[in-house]
């Protein structure tokens, strides 16, 4: 299994997107392309590696030219002679060239490094990633479909269309016009009374609506209030996790285990939702699993609008650790078209785990050339 990253190449491709949703859309309301980073890892053998970077500027700060530069420029040379089975000297080497902030640097960026090392590994070594693991859980994910109406109006449209698409649990964009965000709430409690269903305010509240809305949430059913304050605001979140009126999980302010263990020791939270694709890829995100595992936290598990690789390495992660509640993987939900020989299809509501080894799934280049 004696192999050395031999090169690492970067190209851009977009993604069609069919519906609204508030990342992907212009200040005038008109929807445009949801574009990745595809990250190509070939190894002195010959055998290649694929990974995505999905970074999403009205999210978060990185963006398709800062993962490609910062591949290209700094990454690369670092781990060009590398050994891919090294972990530790991998991250140690990209976390050198790009240094961390509060936490880790460009985690996005480094995930499609990651989803493309995971994926050459898992082929050099013909395992998969529950081999790998010595896990799984479950052989399929349940989704949840992302509710982000403008309008109460349209409420009703929007659950009817995800109900013939097969999916019975939603996840809601909330935040910040709360009177807007709890009528949203009510209709959707009435049209779906034994749904799951939770609140993520990507940190769009202010510390007082939020303590204001969060037991109305409650009183509605929303079995969690995801990111109610953005990350930097911990005196909110220690407040909020005092008032106890509904669970409280974080989401944009983890990045890497070391904040989720540092945020829960300091009772800030009572989960976290997992990213693959925010946290630097799967290396960190099952060291958050394993976490919320193990101090009985609330496991929650969500994505970037991923597609394909992406997407696999997120339902890979959920499967294989069990994920208790629907995931806020919104990829099939938005996105059109796929790269892969065998796009991951969701069937009432649930889409099945890739069994092959690496990432599990294969790229067809012809559907590649045409979305590049």
């Given amino acids: 299994m004696a192999a050395k990253i031999d090169r690492i190449e970067t190209f851009v491709i977009h993604y069609p997107v069919a519906g ?7 200040s005038d309301g008109k929807s445009f392309a949801r574009p990745a980073v595809m990250v190509k890892i070939t190894a002195d053998n010959g055998m290649v590696g694929w990974g995505q970077s999905v970074p999403t500027p009205r999210w978060s700060y990185e963006t398709v030219e800062t993962v490609e530069s910062t591949i290209r420029g700094y990454l690369a040379p670092e781990l060009q002679g590398q050994d891919p089975f090294d972990g530790d000297a991998i991250a140690e080497r990209m976390n050198r060239a790009i240094a961390p902030s509060f936490s880790t640097g460009q985690p996005i960026c480094k995930a499609g490094v990651d989803l493309a090392l995971f994926d050459l590994t898992g082929k050099i070594a ?37 109900k013939i698409r097969g999916y019975a649990h939603f996840n809601m964009k909330v935040a910040p016009d709360a009177a807007f965000d709890l009528e949203m709430c009510r ?19 202010d510390e007082s609506t939020a303590l204001e809305v969060a037991p109305k949430f409650a009183e509605l059913g929303m079995v969690a209030f995801e990111q109610p304050l953005r990350a930097n605001r911990l005196g909110g979140y220690a407040r909020l996790k005092k008032q106890g009126a509904i669970p409280i999980l974080m989401d944009e302010g983890i990045v890497s ?21 925010r946290c630097g890829g799967l290396r960190d995100a099952v060291r958050q699993a394993q976490y919320l595992r193990e101090h009985g936290l609330l496991f929650f598990g969500s994505g970037l609008t991923d597609p394909d690789l992406s997407l696999a390495a997120s339902v890979l992660l959920f499967s294989a650790f069990g994920l208790p509640y629907p995931a806020a993987l919104n990829g099939p939900q938005y996105l059109t078209e796929s790269i892969l020989k065998q796009p991951l299809a969701v069937v009432e509501g649930k889409v099945a785990a890739p069994g092959g080894p690496g990432l599990g799934v294969e790229i067809d280049e012809t559907k590649l050339t045409r979305l590049r």
């Avoid at 609204?20 to 212009?26: D, L, N, Q, V």
């Avoid at 209709?187 to 509240?205: E, H, I, K, S, T």
């Avoid at 020791?265 to 997992?274: C, E, H, T, V, W």
């Fill in 187 to 205: 209709a959707v409690r009435r049209l779906l009374p034994d749904a799951c269903l939770w609140v993520d305010a990507n940190g769009g509240y």
């Fill in 257 to 277: 285990v070391t904040e989720l263990r540092e945020f829960h020791q300091l009772n800030l939270l009572d989960g976290a939702a997992i990213k693959v694709a």
């Fill in 20 to 26: 609204r949703f508030k990342f992907f859309e212009t």
């Fill in 126 to 162: 013909g395992q998969s990633a529950f081999d790998r693991w010595g896990i799984r859980e479950q052989n399929q994910v349940e989704l949840s479909w992302t509710l982000n109406p403008r309008r109460l109006e349209d409420i009703e449209a929007n659950v009817e269309e995800a």
